[in-house]
């Protein structure tokens, strides 16, 4: 049984003021609520100490947005996964479709960080998704095959129990545009044989793959409702916490 994993990605958004506010919000709706899905916030890094101290009174959880792949050192600008552990989180987001395409992360770069998280205990959430010219020329297949070999290249059996992989189609990513619950099943689907492939079908159905592209209160449970997809990666509607906390409700109300 996969447990839910919703986790809202802020981007370059909520600085600590508007992020303490918004975690807190958040908390206090886990405070009156009960959920078995697991809960993490992606904040912006210079806002994970304040997210993380409203996130202590309750089960919701903090991650960061990226990592780099060596310990310490001249990498001016860059953050450690022992500074990401220091600070409370147990998840990382690695490989967004942001970082590929405007920091030019290469899938061997996506490859030493999800491996590098993996040794030091984060929990990668390793994003891949096809554009929108690979779709429609039918390679999204292909492409999405390329990147999840290449990411995990490396990785464990044993170490994939701290996996989660999201698909995200960068062409459903705030773009308001969604792919069909037929579409995300189809690749999460395809993921899922890729990973037994790999290593074997008791890892492949442990490891979580959530889908990521303009998930709302509105979309969510015909995309939650999909035998192989077991969360959400979730940008825009992360920031609010309505929104945010409806989608963690209709997860709870999805028996698979
Ligand atoms: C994301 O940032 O990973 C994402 C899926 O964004 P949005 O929900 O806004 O499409």
Request: glycine share 8%; net charge negative.
């Amino acid at each position: 049984m996969r447990k839910f994993l919703i986790a809202g990605n802020w981007k370059m958004n909520a600085g600590p003021v508007e992020a303490k506010n918004l975690a807190g919000e958040i908390n206090s709706w886990a405070k009156d609520n009960s959920f078995k899905s697991e809960v993490v916030i992606c904040p912006p890094y210079v806002s994970i100490p304040f997210v993380a101290k409203e996130f202590r009174s309750t089960e919701c959880k903090v991650g960061a947005q990226n990592v780099h792949n060596q310990d310490n050192g001249a990498y001016t600008g860059e953050i450690s996964t022992s500074m990401l552990k220091e600070l409370e989180c147990e998840f990382v987001i690695v490989g967004h479709s942001e970082r590929r395409e405007y920091f030019e992360e290469s899938d061997e770069l996506i490859s030493k960080k999800t491996l590098k998280s993996l040794t030091d205990g984060l929990k990668p959430i390793v994003c891949v998704g096809e554009k929108l010219d690979e779709r429609k020329s039918n390679s999204h297949k292909k492409v999405v095959k390329y990147q999840v070999e290449a990411a995990l290249n490396g990785v464990s059996a044993k170490q994939a129990e701290n996996l989660v992989i999201a698909y995200e189609p960068v062409w459903a990513i705030g773009t308001g545009e969604t792919a069909t619950p037929e579409q995300a099943q189809e690749m999460h689907h395809f993921i899922r044989s890729l990973l037994e492939e790999k290593w074997n079908k008791g890892v492949s159905d442990s490891v979580r793959i959530l889908y990521g592209g303009s998930m709302k209160p509105g979309n969510a449970k015909e995309l939650l409702s999909q035998p192989d997809v077991d969360g959400g990666l979730i940008g825009g509607a992360s920031l609010d916490s309505g929104s945010f906390t409806e989608i963690i409700s209709i997860s709870e109300s999805i028996s698979k």
